[in-house]
């Protein structure tokens, strides 16, 4: 899994960003991917994506009242996607404000136990509903080489 740490912190997470509202999630997860880590859909391609909409709430002391609008929360559609270019495409330079400065390959679970604990109930519900999409195509490319 791609993981990514927050510009200037100590905080790694999964690529994410909102919808605008001319978007459909999976146009506005390709604009994303782009602007935050400088993949386009070129480079990967999608596995699926959770089937409805997936919710956290932020611990009040995470709330920045003074941004509008406020945030309190989010709910998210989660995509599996499997990188089919090169690791070089992957640019966390091509924002005018990145969001992330460093990222790199983690086992699946992994961030189930690095994610901040408000996240970690969000991150358990997408990865096990996302799994079979996963170990189901690396089942079926071990049956064909055998």
Not at 25 to 48: N, T
Not at 57 to 83: A, D, T
Not at 109 to 132: C, D, G, I
Request: charged share 30%.
């Amino acid at each position: 899994m791609l993981w990514a740490r927050r510009i200037r912190q100590d905080a790694w997470q999964f690529p994410q960003g909102g919808i605008r509202a001319e978007e459909t999630p999976e146009q506005a997860m390709y604009r994303e991917l782009e602007e935050e880590i400088g993949l386009q859909p070129k480079h990967v391609s999608m596995l699926g994506a959770t089937r409805g909409w997936l919710r956290y709430r932020l611990p009040e002391r995470y709330i920045r009242r003074s941004q509008q609008p406020v945030c309190v929360g989010q709910k998210q559609v989660w995509f599996m996607l499997r990188l089919v270019g090169e690791e070089h495409h992957v640019r966390l330079d091509l924002s005018d404000k990145p969001e992330f400065d460093h990222w790199r390959w983690v086992d699946y679970w992994y961030p189930l136990k690095e994610v901040v604990p408000f996240k970690r109930p969000v991150y358990k519900k997408a990865l096990n509903e996302l799994a079979p999409l996963l170990f189901a195509q690396a089942k079926a490319a071990r049956s064909i080489t055998r």
